[in-house]
């Protein structure tokens, strides 16, 4: 199994980017899928999340600024960032969990730096 996570870079304070996780060796349809992020200093935190049939869940910090959303076709996960702020700074993960088993799997990270 193996998720490929991609679409990081640096941008300026109020600027967008989308990050993509791609995920192969695994029925992906049976996975929720998360995203975190570890700024320096700091411990990996959840910031949104997807689960198998599309419900979703978001920190309260990126609420109404970060959408996550699935392609089960193309095996994917991503996370639409927008107005971002240096304080999204980090290097972001992808998880998936199977929606029943215990089964978890990490990406390896992207780093999103947010400066001006």
């Known amino acids: 199994v193996q998720l490929q996570a991609s679409g990081g870079g640096s941008v300026q304070p109020g600027g967008s980017l989308r990050l993509s996780c791609a995920a192969s060796?695994?029925?992906?349809?049976?996975?929720?899928m998360y995203w975190y992020r570890q700024a320096p200093g700091k411990q990996r935190a959840l910031v949104a999340g997807i689960t198998n049939l599309g419900s979703t869940n978001y920190d309260d910090f990126v609420k109404g600024r970060f959408t996550i959303s699935r392609d089960n076709a193309k095996k994917t996960v991503y996370l639409q960032m927008n107005i971002l702020k240096p304080e999204d700074t980090a290097v972001y993960y992808c998880?998936?969990?199977?929606?029943?088993?215990?089964?978890?799997?990490w990406g390896q990270g992207t780093q999103v730096t947010v400066s001006s």
């Open positions: 998880k998936a969990n199977h929606y029943f088993m215990p089964s978890e799997y």
């Open positions: 060796g695994v029925t992906f349809n049976v996975y929720n």
